[in-house]
């Protein structure tokens, strides 16, 4: 069950700030207060798992989808592209998380993935894309970062883990898949 939607610079939101969600859930506020944009991020985000795309970064839609978005521009905050598309979606997870044996990392109860796409010469492109596993100081976020042309693996929280290179596998990553999924090489 989702647990929680944070967005910056998305359509009607500078910043939303957390929204918590419940199992019943009711959205309330004025005309053009935003509600629509919060349920169009979660259909948004629906979409793009199911797309056959694995290169778009997000999905805005066609005739057969949920919805359609229009333009990468039209998802920004006043349109304004030189701020970046954030967001954090936490949820509790169907089954128990199993962290590796012999790690001192918790059974998280919570997981949340958060990403930063920035709109460059009329491409979105996902700078930072990850997972946090876990909240408050034991969390442990697993993820990717665009260094350059390429990304790069990261860990933040967890000084005990390292990522080990498969031999023969490049150490230059390419894009995530859509902005949730890490590629293949990882």
Wanted: proline share 9%.
């Amino acid at each position: 069950m989702i647990t929680s939607l944070h967005l910056r610079n998305f359509k009607s939101w500078r910043d939303t700030g957390p929204v918590r969600f419940a199992a019943i859930t009711v959205l309330f506020g004025t005309n053009s207060s935003g509600k629509t944009a919060l349920l169009e991020a979660l259909l948004l985000f629906k979409q793009t798992a199911a797309s056959s795309d694995r290169k778009l970064p997000l999905f805005l839609g066609n005739e057969q989808s949920l919805i359609y978005l229009g333009t990468y521009r039209d998802l920004f905050f006043r349109h304004e592209t030189d701020q970046p598309l954030q967001w954090e979606l936490s949820w509790h997870p169907r089954e128990p998380i199993e962290p590796p044996p012999q790690s001192s990392l918790p059974q998280p109860k919570v997981l949340t993935h958060l990403a930063t796409l920035h709109y460059v010469q009329d491409e979105l492109r996902v700078e930072r894309m990850g997972y946090r596993l876990g909240e408050g100081k034991q969390a442990v976020t697993l993820g990717m970062r665009r260094t350059n042309s390429s990304y790069e693996l990261v860990v933040e929280g967890a000084t005990q883990f390292s990522f080990r290179r498969t031999p023969g596998r490049p150490r230059q990553l390419p894009p995530p898949n859509r902005s949730y999924g890490f590629p293949d090489e990882v």
